[in-house]
């Protein structure tokens, strides 16, 4: 298989499932914001911070109201990491390699596009934006399903997925760190009512409530945390995400799990058996967000030796961009 193709499947799927991130830490904060008490501050710079961002955005904005931060983080164009950017990247990909993917796969991307570019120059998801990030998830969750269906389960769709769940390891991280470190705006919140409606938020913003509370019952933080970074069987966890990346990294290899013949498998293992042996005490001993920093730094350097192993020996833009920002 040729590096250049699997290199744009690879960030094709990295992207959407990027943009979709973007609705899920925007929907978070607007559901944070709609459960504040009455004459709370709204926090939009924190979501900024957190993407990584905020060099660019002070840069551009300045001020870090609402409506700045989600157009930043949403239809700016000259943001690489925003959602707009992510698709064009996305279907920009998927052009490069019509060939190799489904024809439903490439016209739902399509759709997906230019949903979300209307919604840029109509400026009618100000109207309901809840309504508009639904539609973003649902999207690319249409667009997952798409994949799964209509594409040969074969090399190119192991690079999809490994693209895919890397991203949402990723990601999954930031949403669970936003609550934790930049939200809590005291320690005093602890415990409280309030305290409660943020983690019942964060479990929604990673469509993780219902099966969250099927499997632990009461909402607690350990048992939030416990659940989105260690559940083996939830598939937004970031546990899962890393065991399904690593699969797909040996199927494409050929090197059984549990030995490596490259760096990525290498650091992808290490990192897995870590996840399979820690326990919630000791990571929230530990520090959370500490933990947490240290994971995206895990995760960004098995991208960084995926692009070595199978990319490097090709020019290509997508993983120039994707660097910047979110998830680098």
């Known amino acids: 298989m040729l590096s250049r193709v699997a290199d744009s499947i690879y960030w094709m799927s990295r992207y959407v499932e990027?943009?979709?991130?973007?609705?899920?830490?925007?929907?978070?904060?607007?559901?944070?914001?709609?459960?504040?008490?009455?004459?709370?501050d709204q926090q939009w710079e924190p979501l900024v911070?957190?993407?990584?961002?905020?060099?660019?955005?002070?840069?551009?904005?300045?001020?870090?109201?609402?409506?700045?931060?989600?157009?930043?983080?949403?239809?700016?164009?000259?943001n690489p990491n925003s959602m707009i950017s992510c698709l064009r990247s996305a279907r920009e990909n998927a052009r490069s390699v019509r060939e190799i993917i489904s024809s439903e796969m490439w016209l739902q991307l399509n759709k997906f596009y230019l949903m979300v570019n209307d919604a840029a120059s109509s400026e009618r998801h100000t109207e309901s934006p809840h309504d508009f990030y639904t539609q973003v998830k649902l999207s690319s969750h249409l667009f997952t399903?798409?994949?799964?269906?209509?594409?040969?389960?074969?090399?190119?769709?192991?690079?999809?997925?490994?693209?895919?769940?890397?991203?949402?390891?990723?990601?999954?991280?930031?949403?669970?760190?936003?609550?934790?470190?930049?939200?809590?705006?005291?320690?005093?919140?602890?415990?409280?009512?309030?305290?409660?409606?943020?983690?019942?938020?964060?479990?929604?913003?990673?469509?993780a409530f219902e099966m969250y509370r099927k499997r632990h019952g009461r909402i607690s933080p350990k048992g939030i945390v416990h659940f989105l970074l260690l559940d083996s069987e939830f598939p937004r966890a970031i546990r899962f995400c890393l065991n399904c990346a690593q699969d797909s990294l040996h199927r494409i290899s050929g090197t059984p799990i549990g030995s490596f013949k490259n760096n990525a498998e290498r650091l992808m293992g290490q990192l897995s058996s870590d996840l399979a042996y820690v326990n919630v005490d000791e990571i929230l001993n530990q520090g959370l967000h500490e933990y947490l920093d240290d994971l995206q730094n895990r995760v960004?350097?098995?991208?960084?030796?995926?692009?070595?192993?199978?990319?490097?020996?090709?020019?290509?833009?997508?993983?120039?961009?994707?660097?910047?920002?979110?998830?680098?």
């Open 49 to 78: 911070n957190t993407t990584g961002d905020h060099e660019l955005f002070a840069k551009r904005y300045g001020k870090p109201t609402q409506h700045n931060v989600i157009h930043f983080l949403t239809f700016d164009r000259e």
């Open 300 to 328: 960004n350097a098995i991208g960084g030796s995926v692009f070595d192993t199978f990319f490097a020996r090709q020019s290509a833009v997508a993983p120039t961009l994707a660097r910047r920002g979110l998830s680098q």
């Open 18 to 40: 990027r943009a979709e991130n973007v609705a899920r830490f925007i929907d978070v904060n607007l559901n944070l914001m709609l459960d504040a008490p009455s004459g709370a």
């Open 145 to 207: 399903g798409v994949t799964e269906a209509t594409m040969t389960h074969g090399e190119p769709w192991h690079f999809c997925r490994l693209g895919r769940k890397l991203e949402r390891a990723d990601k999954t991280s930031r949403i669970l760190d936003v609550k934790y470190f930049i939200l809590l705006r005291s320690v005093a919140e602890v415990g409280t009512a309030f305290d409660d409606i943020q983690w019942a938020a964060v479990l929604r913003s990673a469509s």
